[in-house]
């Protein structure tokens, strides 16, 4: 890994010595919700210049322990210990409101996970970075707005004038995370907290924010404290390396040693989870109970690798900078490279879907004068009968919109779909109804999809018509037992339920009209890697059951290669290159797909 380099007028022997003593430093820290303890006294040490990679699923602790660290914890929740900054003895959770405040986004920042809900929807980008730089520092207008526009154009916002007097809203997810950025490093702090700042984003904005944030911390010799579920992002980005679970820390150190050997069995699931690894006897994804219970078994490393597929390469930890991330210009989208080869299940003779030349626009008004923006531009595909086709790309490119049309919940402007043969691309409310009867579609948020006023089995069972209420709910159940839930679950409400279960509901209440055809648009995008495996475990057994095909959306690359047979690849409303999974991630064609796959965070070695 790239290390921080020093240049102080102080000796190499100074600067070393530097390096060692702690940023920050964390003894025995609790968190109490009540009387019940959340975070069991964990201890952290961050050097100056180190990039710190704390890791955990939903519900580790690893977010309360940033918000202890800033004197954020919400109400209700009380923290012990010591935390201690750099060149201070006091300790900042016995310090008060004001002592707190002089201190946030002066010698500790933080950006967060949300940035939408983070910035002020009211004040325009220049006005709310300039806020930052006035609460600590008593300096003219002029030196405060050259101070500003200079952090926006060391951030990737070149055209500063325009980002300084945007809103929030008027920006892109990956532009509003530059600005958070710019906010928390423009004082520069002498350590930068970043909860989950890239989950949102896609893999070429997801990159080029953590290329940002380790240049950022490395000109400003900061250190980082870099918090997240995603095992790829870490291992490109971090030094050093934290496990969280159940608000203890398992396993810690250099990152290239807990990789590459880890010691604590839940850090061994973890890593084979994130890299989507098979059981080689049943062919399916391990999930973290299988890996942690047959480390527990066999208590070696060497038997737990008869169970994991070995083939994949060793890990690889470099933070890779030469690779340009800029879109490629769009007359490059014209050369699309097809590849479809017939698949396995091309024998059936038939296709479930049938796209072609598919145009989506729509008209938007501003200030009296109407734009039209085209979201697709002629796209073309089939699917076989009982395929899993996978579409990729990047937010914006008009993947969601094509699932919206094939599943008549929105009509093309111009351009052909043919369902088992029959033209519905019209949207006629006669052509709809068929649509709805042989297509579903699961959503990428749960939560936002499911009535928060409708128990479990009512909300499974709203699609039918002439049901009695005993027979939707004994059909519920069946259904929730077949996803893995108990049918006990079915008088609950979602807010009762977590994520990973959540979407499986999502996924029962899709299968209750027996569709022909599932559409998945990001079902796993939200998830955590251990419940991410079993849900895609969960897609492809009811596959193979209720025998339908799949159309699965993602901006993850890993999770298409393995669930899809078939891969199209999009970008402005084209598809760009589409063929066999194994024949597009090995041998890409498109520049555009190359560019995608060398953004992607992994813990793999490129093959």
Not at 168 to 186: D, E, T, Y
Not at 509 to 523: M, Q, S, V
Request: aromatic content about 4%; proline content about 4%; glycine content about 6%.
């Amino acid at each position: 890994m790239t290390q921080v380099q020093q240049d102080n007028g102080h000796s190499h022997e100074d600067s070393q010595e530097a390096r060692r003593k702690p940023v920050l430093s964390i003894r025995n820290l609790k968190v109490f919700s009540g009387e019940r303890e959340i975070i069991h006294g964990i201890d952290l040490d961050i050097a100056q210049g180190e990039r710190f990679g704390l890791i955990g699923e939903s519900g580790s602790g690893k977010s309360l322990t940033c918000l202890a660290t800033m004197g954020l914890l919400p109400h209700g929740l009380r923290a012990e210990g010591t935390i201690q900054l750099s060149g201070s003895s006091d300790n900042l959770l016995a310090s008060g409101d004001a002592a707190m405040r002089k201190l946030r986004g002066k010698t500790v920042s933080m950006v967060f996970q949300e940035p939408m809900t983070a910035l002020n929807p009211l004040m325009t980008v220049g006005r709310q970075i300039s806020e930052a730089v006035t609460i600590h520092h008593s300096l003219p207008a002029t030196e405060v707005k050259q101070k500003v526009s200079a952090m926006l154009e060391s951030v990737g916002l070149a055209d500063t004038k325009r980002a300084e007097s945007s809103y929030p809203f008027q920006m892109s997810g990956g532009q509003r995370q530059r600005v958070m950025l710019a906010m928390a490093m423009i004082n520069k702090p002498q350590i930068l907290l970043a909860d989950e700042p890239t989950t949102a984003l896609d893999v070429t904005v997801q990159r080029q924010v953590t290329d940002l944030m380790a240049q950022q911390v490395l000109s400003s010799g900061s250190s980082l404290l870099f918090i997240t579920h995603d095992l790829g992002v870490v291992a490109g980005l971090c030094t050093q390396v934290a496990i969280m679970r159940h608000g203890r820390i398992v396993e810690q150190g250099k990152l290239d040693d807990v990789f590459a050997n880890p010691q604590h069995p839940y850090t061994k699931a973890l890593l084979a989870a994130a890299q989507l690894r098979k059981n080689t006897a049943t062919n399916r994804l391990l999930t973290l109970e299988d890996l942690e219970s047959q480390d527990t078994a066999n208590k070696t490393e060497s038997r737990l690798a008869n169970v994991i597929d070995q083939s994949q390469a060793k890990p690889s930890f470099t933070l890779r900078s030469d690779i340009p991330h800029n879109m490629i210009p769009d007359d490059e989208t014209r050369s699309i490279v097809f590849n479809r080869l017939p698949s396995n299940l091309a024998e059936h003779n038939e296709n479930a879907l049938e796209v072609s030349e598919l145009v989506r626009e729509y008209r938007t008004r501003t200030f009296g004068s109407s734009h039209t923006f085209q979201a697709l531009k002629g796209i073309s595909f089939d699917v076989h009968r009982g395929e899993k086709f996978g579409i990729v790309g990047e937010s914006g490119c008009g993947k969601s919109t094509t699932l919206r049309l094939l599943g008549a919940l929105d009509h093309a402007t111009t351009g052909s779909i043919k369902l088992f043969g029959r033209e519905v691309a019209d949207g006629s409310a006669k052509d709809a109804s068929y649509v709805h009867k042989k297509v579903q579609v699961i959503f990428q948020d749960p939560m936002g999809s499911l009535d928060p006023r409708m128990r479990v089995w009512q909300i499974i069972s709203e699609p039918l018509k002439g049901v009695s209420r005993h027979e939707c709910q004994e059909r519920s159940e069946q259904l929730l037992t077949s996803v893995g839930l108990d049918a006990s679950c079915a008088t609950r409400y979602p807010h009762q339920f977590s994520g990973g279960q959540r979407q499986r509901i999502a996924i029962a209440r899709a299968l209750i009209t027996k569709p022909e055809i599932l559409l998945a648009d990001e079902a796993v995008s939200a998830l955590d890697v251990s419940v991410r495996a079993q849900v895609l475990n969960l897609l492809a057994d009811l596959a193979e059951t209720y025998e339908f095909t799949l159309v699965f959306v993602s901006h993850d690359l890993h999770v298409v290669r393995n669930q899809c047979d078939v891969v199209a690849v999009m970008h402005a409303g084209r598809i760009v290159e589409c063929g066999p999974s194994d024949d597009i991630y090995r041998h890409p064609q498109h520049p555009y797909t190359k560019k995608l796959l060398a953004a992607m965070p992994s813990i793999d070695a490129v093959s």
